[in-house]
């Protein structure tokens, strides 16, 4: 796949245990932030995303939390389903002025054993 | 409501030729932009357009270029391939504010032999 040869950080759980998938960021600036779900063959899938002025976001089964202060972003998910193993990154992007690009993080890989 | 198409979805590619990707965004979505994906480097960003402009570049070589027309379908080329540019290419589509979602497409493999 796609991610083969890549030096993920690893996550294994237990069918129906929650998970809780960490990114730091790298950019102060950044204000908006995404979660994307990988899975093999296929393109990054949004998940969830949250803006600067908020520092806690929920959807179905998954909660983003966002810490400026230390710049970490963590996505927790309820419940975990084998349907969830796949590679999860988290992206940043700074609003400010002429800048439309995201900037992801290395990923983690998330095993969900059932 | 169709996703982002691109094509092809798999390529091979001899040294020193070019290639063009294709990428047709969600309709109504006028940002297209574009990544590489390698194992090693992870999602760069190539670069973005809207309205048929380049709004912003990544910190690739030359030989990487894009396009967008008319009706927002965007294509990307590379010439003078080289093996290091073998990479999973995606394509990302926006309505093109500063902070809508970016839906991806699945891909083009790229393998440069």
């Known amino acids: 796949g796609e991610n083969v040869g890549l030096h993920l950080p690893t996550l294994s759980v237990q069918e129906g245990d929650n998970s809780i998938i960490n990114c730091a960021y790298s950019n102060s600036a950044s204000d908006y932030f995404i979660w994307y779900k990988q899975e093999s063959g296929k393109g990054p899938q949004f998940i969830i995303d949250i803006r600067s002025n908020m520092d806690k976001r929920q959807g179905q089964r998954v909660t983003v939390l966002l810490n400026k202060t230390v710049k970490h972003l963590s996505l927790q998910i309820a419940a975990t389903q084998p349907g969830d193993s796949a590679v999860y990154f988290c992206a940043e992007k700074n609003s400010g002025g002429s800048n439309y690009k995201l900037t992801f993080g290395k990923g983690t890989l998330l095993t969900v054993n059932p | 409501k169709a996703g982002v198409t691109q094509t092809p979805r798999y390529l091979i590619k001899t040294r020193g030729q070019q290639v063009t990707l294709s990428c047709s965004p969600i309709?109504?979505?006028?940002?297209v932009s574009w990544y590489q994906q390698t194992p090693g480097q992870g999602l760069q960003f190539l670069f973005e357009y809207f309205s048929e402009t380049q709004r912003n570049k990544g910190n690739f070589p030359g030989r990487f270029s894009g396009r967008q027309f008319s009706n927002s379908r965007s294509e990307m080329n590379v010439s003078t391939l080289e093996l290091g540019d073998s990479a999973l290419y995606l394509c990302?589509?926006?309505?093109?504010?500063?902070?809508?979602?970016?839906?991806f497409g699945s891909g083009t493999r790229l393998t440069v032999v």
């Open positions: 309709s109504g979505h006028r940002s």
């Open positions: 990302a589509s926006s309505r093109g504010q500063v902070d809508y979602g970016y839906t």
